[in-house]
């Protein structure tokens, strides 16, 4: 987090970080908190199979991922369920059949800054597979993959490998 030197109260190249949540200015005491952001991802689900998709740019380009996004503000985390759902699916869901399953703190790298998270797990289950036409600035490709065919080293972030480990046991 040495990107941010400068305090934007007093302008001194005088911005300290703590090393985990805040920066300060020791000339005039300013605090600038780095607060965990809220983030989504839903396993959309058909029988054995998950609808997975490739990231097209960084962080973790090339990388397995689950649909979903940082939580907007005054947004619930269902709503930023359903909205990141259409905008890299165009996929229409019904809020009420989202099943929270859990959360795990992650960290998103991003330009050279490192945004802490809590990203909250759901299950959106599907009658049938489908296909979509994607949103290639984020996505590469979308794909079925059966669950037990599932590689962790390909999977993007370290709180979807921890849940997809934690997921696949209960299965």
């Not at 090339?62 to 905008?87: H, I």
């Not at 009420?96 to 050279?112: F, I, M």
Request: hydrophobic share 35%; net charge negative.
């Amino acid at each position: 987090m040495k990107i941010l030197k400068y305090c934007p109260s007093c302008s001194r190249d005088s911005l300290h970080w703590d090393g985990e949540k805040k920066w300060s200015c020791p000339n005039c005491n300013f605090t600038l908190y780095n607060n965990v952001a809220g983030a989504v991802a839903v396993v959309i689900r058909c029988g054995d199979e998950v609808y997975l998709t490739r990231r097209n740019r960084d962080p973790k380009k090339g990388k397995l991922d689950l649909a979903g996004g940082f939580v907007d503000p005054k947004e619930s985390a269902e709503e930023t369920c359903k909205r990141e759902l259409f905008e890299e699916l165009q996929m229409h869901i019904d809020i009420s059949k989202l099943r929270y399953l859990a959360s795990l703190p992650n960290v998103y790298q991003y330009k050279e800054i490192d945004y802490n998270t809590i990203d909250l797990f759901y299950e959106y289950n599907v009658p049938e597979k489908f296909e979509v036409s994607l949103e290639l600035s984020e996505i590469s490709e979308a794909q079925w993959i059966s669950l037990a065919e599932i590689d962790l080293d390909d999977i993007a972030f370290d709180s979807q490998k921890i849940f997809f480990e934690q997921y696949l046991k209960t299965i």
